[in-house]
């Protein structure tokens, strides 16, 4: 029986396990943590015949003694950085490394794929896409970075006749194969660098799937994607289609490939698609997340009617600008995935000023600038949570802003900003982090639930 070895016991993890297991590996699953949660996974995969090993840093040597067996596959989790020590000892000796996508696309590519990357609205554009395909009768399940594990995905008893999959660039960087048939790079900005180092490392990694695909959308009105179309640089094929919310003149490239929005129509050259107001989610950036959603759906085939009928009921995705309740006329707006500066300066231009804003927990490298200026033009209070709080106070007090408060934690903030927001006459009250949520919650989902359970208990 061959050995594989997984690394990382989330969602990820335990679904490559298990797919590993059915296919006849003998399998063994290791993990940094101890904690009650992974405890409880531990017995579960014992009892189907995984062994899992906690507190464990991975070292090849060492597993294939334990085995007195070559081992012949190490399949990595996407949290986990694919230069660690033991992953780059496995590649030395010659031990086959992929990342859980990977292996569910050795299972899975016969099928169709749209793969969609970029630094935000990803999540967005990729439910967007899977609501169209799914609205069409498709079996078009979202997964990756959202939704399902891939390999989830893998193991169901039919396969899909379409994989619309988010891939951050973790998945991307230990998934080398995979070749969707249609591609979509959705924004450009730095992110991630504490594990990818350099911006050009970062942009070659999302490149990559982009030159794999067999055709190609690009978000025309990135700056950064803009640029790289018009010096057509790699990984752009000369039919990519580009969008614009800026309307047909905005285009690059061939326009009769292009997807934009004009006289408040999503359209082609050729056709009218849908009006845009179909689309009930807040935000300019929310516009252009629809037009690579269509432009995927088009070059898929999909009939307007079938886009049209997706957008008109889409309700949105949890933890991007999500409306949790109103309370005395004040929103409660739940954005709990703006990690970064970017995303969280997009969640602020979305709403309504004057603005109550949390935000804070384990800031990221990045360029600030951008948030700054919209929380001087739109936040009237900012309550900060988390490790970064200190030094988003004092970053504030440098640019003058001096309507911060320290809050620390996400209980003290709600309640706060309910007590600040009649006094503001805020009309919102944004969680828009700008940073991850390691320091504090186990993910952004874990992050934004608790907002909104606090939110509905004290104003539902």
Same mark, same amino acid.
């Given at each position: 029986m061959?050995n594989?070895?997984?690394?990382g016991? #989330?969602k990820?993890?335990?679904?490559?396990a298990?797919?590993?297991?059915r296919k006849?590996w003998?399998?063994t699953?290791?993990?940094s943590?101890?904690?009650?949660?992974?405890?409880?996974q531990?017995?579960?995969?014992?009892a189907? /015949?995984i062994?899992?090993?906690?507190g464990?840093s991975?070292?090849?040597?060492?597993?294939?003694?334990?085995?007195a067996?070559?081992l012949?596959?190490?399949?990595?989790s996407?949290?986990?950085?694919?230069?660690i020590?033991?992953?780059?000892?496995?590649r030395?000796?010659?031990?086959?490394t992929i990342?859980?996508?990977?292996?569910?696309?050795?299972?899975?590519?016969?099928?169709?794929?749209?793969g969609?990357?970029?630094?935000n609205?990803k999540?967005t554009?990729t439910?967007?896409i899977a609501?169209?395909f799914?609205?069409?009768?498709f079996?078009?399940p979202a997964?990756?970075?959202i939704?399902y594990a891939a390999?989830e *995905?893998?193991?169901g008893?039919?396969?899909p006749d379409?994989a619309?999959?988010?891939?951050?660039s973790?998945?991307?960087?230990s998934?080398?194969s995979?070749?969707?048939k249609i591609? *979509?790079?959705?924004?450009f900005?730095?992110?991630?660098l504490?594990?990818?180092?350099?911006l050009?490392r970062y942009?070659?990694?999302?490149?990559?799937?982009?030159?794999q695909a067999?055709a190609?959308? @690009?978000n /025309?009105d990135d700056p950064y994607?803009?640029?790289? #179309?018009?010096q057509?640089l790699?990984?752009?094929?000369a039919?990519?289609?580009?969008?614009?919310?800026?309307?047909?003149a905005k285009?690059i490239g061939d326009?009769a490939n292009?997807?934009?929005?004009?006289? #408040?129509?999503v359209?082609?050259?050729?056709?009218?698609v849908?009006p845009v107001n179909?689309l009930r989610m807040p935000g300019?950036h929310?516009?252009q997340n629809?037009?690579?959603?269509v432009?995927a759906?088009r070059?898929?085939g999909i009939?307007?009617s079938?886009?049209a009928?997706?957008i008109a009921? @889409?309700p949105?995705?949890p933890?991007?600008?999500e409306?949790i309740c109103?309370w005395?006329?004040?929103?409660?707006?739940?954005?709990s995935k703006?990690?970064?500066?970017?995303?969280?300066?997009?969640?602020?231009?979305?709403?309504k000023?004057?603005?109550?804003?949390?935000?804070?927990g384990?800031?990221?490298a990045?360029n600030?600038a951008g948030?700054i200026?919209?929380?001087?033009a739109?936040?009237?209070? *900012?309550?900060l949570?988390?490790?970064?709080?200190?030094a988003f106070?004092?970053r504030?007090?440098?640019?003058g802003?001096t309507?911060?408060?320290?809050?620390e934690?996400m209980?003290?903030?709600?309640k706060r900003?309910?007590d600040?927001?009649p006094q503001?006459?805020a009309?919102v009250?944004?969680l828009?982090p700008?940073?991850?949520?390691?320091?504090q919650?186990?993910?952004f989902?874990?992050?934004?639930?608790?907002?909104r359970?606090?939110?509905?208990?004290?104003?539902?």
């Open positions: 061959p594989a070895y997984v690394i016991l #989330g990820s993890g335990v679904a490559a298990r797919l590993l297991k006849g003998q399998v699953v290791s993990d943590g101890i904690a009650d949660s992974l405890q409880q531990q017995q579960m995969l014992a189907e /015949g062994t899992v090993n906690l464990e991975f070292d090849p040597t060492r597993v294939d003694a334990l085995h067996a070559a012949q596959r190490v399949v990595v996407p949290g986990v950085p694919w230069d020590p033991g992953l780059v000892r496995a030395e000796l010659g031990i086959e990342g859980e996508t990977e292996l569910a696309w050795q299972f899975l590519y016969d099928r169709p794929w749209v969609i990357t970029g630094t609205g999540t554009t439910a967007l609501a169209i799914q609205a069409a009768g079996n078009a997964f990756g970075n939704g390999c *995905v893998a193991m008893t039919q396969k379409w619309i999959a988010e891939l951050s973790y998945q991307i960087e998934s080398p995979i070749a969707p591609g *979509v790079w959705t924004t900005t730095p992110d991630h504490s594990r990818h180092k350099t050009e942009s070659s990694i999302k490149a990559h799937l982009l030159h067999q190609q959308v @690009f /025309g994607l803009r640029r790289l #179309g018009e057509s790699h990984p752009i094929h039919d990519a289609c580009w969008t614009s919310v800026n309307g047909k285009l326009p292009g997807v934009y929005i004009e006289d #408040g129509w359209r082609t050259q050729a056709e009218l849908l179909l300019g929310n516009r629809l037009l690579m959603a432009a759906a070059l898929a009939d307007k079938a886009i009928c997706a009921t @889409f949105g995705v933890h991007r600008l409306s109103t005395q006329g004040i929103h409660f707006i739940n954005d703006a990690t970064n500066y970017d995303a969280a300066e997009v969640g602020l231009s979305a709403v000023a004057p603005v109550i804003l949390i935000a804070g384990e800031a990221k990045g600030d948030w200026a919209a929380i001087q739109k936040a009237a209070a *900012v309550l949570i988390g490790h970064a709080a200190p106070s004092q504030l007090q440098q640019v802003y309507n911060a408060e320290i809050v934690t209980d003290r903030a709600v900003a309910a600040l927001a503001h006459r009309s009250v944004l828009s700008a940073c991850a949520s390691f320091d919650y186990q993910n989902e874990q992050r934004g639930d608790h907002f359970q606090l939110c509905q208990e004290r104003f539902g």
